[in-house]
């Protein structure tokens, strides 16, 4: 499981504007036998997961010989790894690449186009969720398969809300109510919040959490063509006003400067609700709580939330070698095997089929807690946008969020001022890298 971040982006984007693509051979060996290098981004345990999974494709495709390696020693590692291969001339087949980087990478000229295929049988397209569809597919472009996908939820505490004497929430609950709560939680005397919000550290956390409240009332990120902010609309400034009176009236968020104190204050009993995602569950269910999920607060009915897909890249290392990387992300991302990935990693799952399989009743029991976030994901209708410049847009949006919360700033004022400085960064040529 992951947490999303942007760090490095821009720098990639100009290694990769650099980068040279030179016409790969076919790629297939004299013998017929492709190999592929496969990066993952995995370490232990989860790297036995993937690895097994690799080795039993290698036994039922004998003309195709996936060598899987992490690749680097995190997921955020990876991408300087991959542009710096790329730039030599020698990247892997298929890569794990956070959603957040699909813009840059495809850039590089060394990804490939599977537009024209999405809708064939082995694909399997349709059983994609939409976020996932979307953020595999920057500038309409389809460079690889979905890797992952998680959103977020509110994680609650039921010790503190029995202490409290407040009922636990409810999966129908609106925004006043969730407000309500958060409020009734709070206990300064005991050093209790009623629920978290990053302000630093992760200037796309910070961004990520506003997006729900925003699309909820109708609101938008960006224009269609990508050339103008929309989040500073009336929805945009309703949205972070609730969560300004939270912050600055009823003092019932914790405003996390680092986007990493939020997960031990609420597994040390001093956050009574922790909006997050999956990711958490091992880190939950090790510290022995009794915690529920309930889908984040509605605006009327709709309870959107905001997911971060990530992808496996397919690189152009020639025809036998793209042909190859198909067959084994077909087998890979097919139902079967992704039940035996989630139940190994505590991954949701990326296709709605897989909810079905007879399998997944043992994913849940390895999991335990894990199911609402999984029938969560039917709320994740929407994705952010995939572009090159979207690192500093999140920048100045997250720069924004953070100063209402801090009480620095006004919510209209905030989200202007962000607005102004994304156009600028849209519309200004070379903008994205610097």
Not at 78 to 101: E, H
Not at 286 to 307: E, R, Y
Not at 380 to 400: H, Y
Request: proline share 9%; hydrophobic share 40%; glycine share 8%.
């Amino acid at each position: 499981m992951k947490r999303i971040v942007l760090a490095g982006i821009a720098a990639v984007t100009l290694v990769l504007a650099a980068c040279s693509s030179s016409p790969p051979s076919s790629g297939a060996s004299s013998n017929g036998k492709v190999t592929l290098q496969f990066w993952t981004a995995q370490s232990p345990p989860t790297s036995t997961v993937i690895n097994n999974l690799a080795n039993a494709f290698n036994a039922t495709h004998p003309n195709i010989v996936v060598q899987a390696s992490s690749g680097g020693t995190s997921t955020g590692d990876l991408l300087p790894k991959v542009t710096t291969a790329i730039a030599a001339g020698t990247p892997p087949d298929v890569a794990y690449i956070y959603g957040s980087y699909a813009a840059n990478i495809a850039q590089s000229g060394k990804t490939v186009n599977l537009a024209n295929i999405i809708h064939t049988p082995g694909y399997n397209w349709n059983d994609f969720y939409p976020a996932s569809q979307q953020i595999v597919s920057p500038g309409g472009k389809v460079i690889g398969f979905p890797a992952l996908i998680d959103n977020l939820s509110v994680i609650y505490n039921k010790k503190l809300f029995a202490a409290a004497g407040v009922p636990p929430p409810s999966p129908n609950w609106t925004w006043d109510q969730f407000r309500a709560t958060a409020k009734k939680l709070t206990n300064p005397a005991k050093h209790i919040f009623g629920v978290n919000y990053p302000t630093g550290g992760d200037l796309l956390d910070t961004s990520w959490r506003f997006f729900p409240g925003l699309w909820q009332r109708g609101g938008q990120i960006l224009s269609p063509d990508h050339k103008k902010a929309l989040f500073n609309s009336p929805a945009g400034v309703a949205n972070l006003t609730l969560w300004q009176q939270m912050a600055t009236v009823d003092h019932s968020v914790y405003l996390d400067p680092t986007a990493n104190n939020a997960s031990p204050l609420f597994t040390s009993g001093h956050m009574a609700m922790f909006v997050s995602g999956p990711w958490e569950v091992p880190l939950l269910n090790q510290a022995k709580l009794d915690w529920g999920d309930v889908p984040l607060p509605a605006v009327t009915t709709n309870h959107q939330t905001v997911s971060g897909p990530d992808n496996w890249v397919i690189f152009n290392n020639g025809s036998a070698r793209v042909k190859a990387s198909i067959t084994f992300l077909e087998w890979l991302t097919a139902p079967k095997q992704e039940l035996t990935w989630m139940i190994g990693s505590g991954s949701l799952p990326i296709r709605p089929s897989i909810l079905k399989l007879p399998g997944y009743q043992l994913f849940l029991k390895k999991w335990p807690g894990i199911g609402p976030m999984a029938a969560n994901l039917v709320n994740a209708k929407e994705a952010m946008p995939t572009l090159p410049q979207w690192p500093r847009v999140v920048d100045s949006l997250g720069n924004g969020i953070a100063s209402v919360l801090l009480g620095r700033a006004a919510p209209a004022a905030a989200l202007n001022q962000a607005a102004q400085q994304a156009n600028t960064i849209l519309n200004v040529p070379g903008a994205a890298g610097g």
